[in-house]
């Protein structure tokens, strides 16, 4: 924003903290919004938002990527997806693939209680924990890396020691 209205950065970065100190503005991630505002969705947007929801709920552990979630109901999923994701209801596990947020907590829950602390598991023990084929299991144990669920070793993963 500073860059198109020419105001230095600093200025900037400065008046953003001001308003935000003072309730007029919230971040939210990359973005500004007003205080307090909330996107309305009409009729068809929010029909269109509870079935993607419906269709990441019903596929569980190996949810559709964004590109058949696209085919499949010819529309950009992107903005809902992420509508959904700052409203709690679906977790971006990669680029391209959100899951239902209540599959993402089962998911960890079987891993924290699956792994013994400072045991290596292996991909395929964990495979078998949790119960996913390579491409998805890969990519969530990479999501547990980043969230400090787990921590991946020379052959394999360990748990994180959870803060009490």
């Known amino acids: 924003v ?3 209205l020419r105001i230095a950065p600093d200025l900037m970065d400065h008046a953003i903290e001001w308003l935000s100190a003072r309730g007029k503005v919230e971040r939210r991630g990359a973005h500004l919004a007003a205080a307090g505002w909330r996107p309305v969705m009409g009729t068809m947007d929010s029909a269109y938002r509870d079935r993607v929801l419906a269709d990441l709920r019903a ?3 190996e949810p559709p990527d964004v590109v058949a979630l696209t085919e499949r109901h010819q529309r950009d999923p992107v903005p809902i997806l992420r509508l959904l994701e700052r409203e709690g209801l ?7 693939r959100f899951y239902a947020a209540e599959e993402v907590d089962r998911l960890v829950k079987t891993l924290r209680v699956g792994m013994t ?3 290596e598991y292996s991909p395929a023990e964990l495979r078998d924990m949790l119960g996913l084929s390579r ?3 890969i990519p969530f144990l990479e999501y547990c890396d980043r969230k400090r669920i787990t921590e991946r070793r020379a052959t394999g993963r360990v748990r994180v020691a959870q803060v009490p």
């Open 2 to 4: 500073g860059a198109r």
């Open 59 to 61: 596929a569980g552990p």
């Open 90 to 96: 679906v977790v971006a596990v990669e680029p391209g």
């Open 117 to 119: 602390e400072r045991r």
């Open 135 to 137: 491409k998805f299991l």
